[in-house]
């Protein structure tokens, strides 16, 4: 498995309380011995660019390092996201730290101190540079995040899918296949609006019982009007007989409105005369007050909701008063959850180098909120046959792993789909935390019959294969950059529209990749902030971005292993390379809502 949580991830600054994780645990050597091996690398490779004339970069020189796997822990000092110390204006909290297969970790920002400086070296010859080796699974080139998710969005798309009819009963969280076209008028006659009476011309108004249905029109004596008589017309009756000019009848909510009516009037607006058996009305009445004309909502044929929507209670209601038994909808894209990696635990405390599965409990509702059938997840551990088994007999439309994509000695991710003749379409993303996650197309013949082949249509396409990092929010980093996406398309939706929002703080940002950092929603100005939420955000430095403005403001619990910010968070804000700085805008991702998945375990009307 991958992606596991450094020692100072386990026991950030300030919280003695046991990590939650999803990687494996290491120990270190010495500490002075790996940097002093580093620095001979950089001065190596160092002397090898300035021979070449290779441009050199900015900062630091970087060390080629041995191929390793980049969502397990790494050794002491060299993690994906160092821990955070606290400070004032929490500008420790959210310090990017390098990290990658190619360079060594260190951190940004003025209150952290530099890497030790390497020792002195003798005088190296300047001879040309070897040529380059082949890549390996450890030297992956990483795409950018942007063009990750458009690559998951069009993925999504490419995939042909066709539609079933089902039941509005069962219809509930599903997408519709085909434009949602009224059968029928809405309403399909004049209704009336309210309880009161149904008048025609002007006023005062005899009071009459309505004529038709098996009644005639007669005066209403002060006896009809006792309980038992005098109901008038009811919704559910047959068309009742024209209305006199000069008549009134009561008339119930959703009754049908007697030809030649004009207007309704409130029974709160209206006084009965009994002993002249005369209606009047307390204010002005104006024609075709509270009467629901035909067709007012729409009229047969309208189209009423495009096809893509999601079904939802509203739209389901819709349906059925436009004369729907059936929606024609398309499948929810089945997914496969493989937890991957020998260390995980499913129950009690960690023990012994073991640690608790955060990941197979969090995936499979967060897809089933995205509009997902989730099959119980497998529990493969580092078994490169089991998980070959799993990928060649799975009839899902999608396959999700956690761990092992990256070139530890135990991830087998890459080998399998190698050897299953899979292709891979992302290697690699630059963005923290999540770069090592991965997009794969599975081949169409080592697919089980199913539902890939009910949406590979002409195309021909087969199963896709996410593959998420095992540290926890490089995993939802992973789910929200390639998955949420590519099932967007499956289930036959557009594309999210993004919305950006202005964070409060300054965020830090990686110097080349994108960062995903857990945000939440607040409302007002420095003065509404609280001390403390319990939640990592502690106040700040009271720069914002005026009183009353929506805003987002940074957790700080944001390294790869942790899910405590997670947990709290509304979603995750894009930070660009470089940081941004206080009152700028940011993408927003939203976090897959729990109120959705309801929907994707069928109807509950």
Known sequence: MGGGPSPADVHPPGDSSPAVGHGRGVGSSSAWAAEEDRAVEQALALVGRRSSGEPQPMGRPHATEQPRSMDRPCPAGDSEEAPRSPSPDHSADTAPVRHDRHECE??????????????????????????PSPPTRGHRHSVSWEEARALAVRCGRAVAVRGGTIPLDGALGHVLAEPLVAFTDLPSFDTSAMDGWVVSGPGPWKIREPAGAGNKAETVTKKSTGSG??????????????LADGDAVRIATGARIPADANAVIRSEHAH?????????AQQRVLPGQDIRPRGQECRAGDQLMPAGTLVTPAVLGLAAAAGYDALAVVPRPRVDVLVLGDELLTGGLPHDGLIRDALGPMIGPWLRALGAEVSAPQRLGDDAAALRHALTTSDADLVVTTGGTAAGPVDHVHPVLAEIGAELLVDGVAVRPGHPMLLARLAQENAAAGPSERRSGARGEGPYLVGL?????????GLLTLAEPLLRGLAGRGP?????????????????????VPVVHRMGGAADRPESNGNGYDGGSGTGTGGGAEHVVPLRYSGPAMLRGIAAADGLAVVPPGGVRSGTEVEILDLPSASAMPWSEGCFT
């Open 229 to 242: 008589r005098g109901m008038g017309i009811l919704a559910g009756q047959s068309a009742p007989a024209a």
């Open 272 to 280: 009965v005369d009994e002993t002249r058996g005369l209606l009047h």
């Open 106 to 131: 260190h951190r940004y920002g003025p209150e952290h101190e530099p890497l030790p400086q390497p020792p002195h070296l003798p005088d190296l010859p300047t001879s040309p540079p070897p040529p």
């Open 469 to 477: 990092p095992g540290n926890p929010l490089a995993a939802v980093s």
């Open 496 to 516: 999210q529209v993004p919305y950006r929002a202005v964070v409060r703080d300054e965020v830090h940002g990686h110097p080349q990749d994108t960062r995903l």
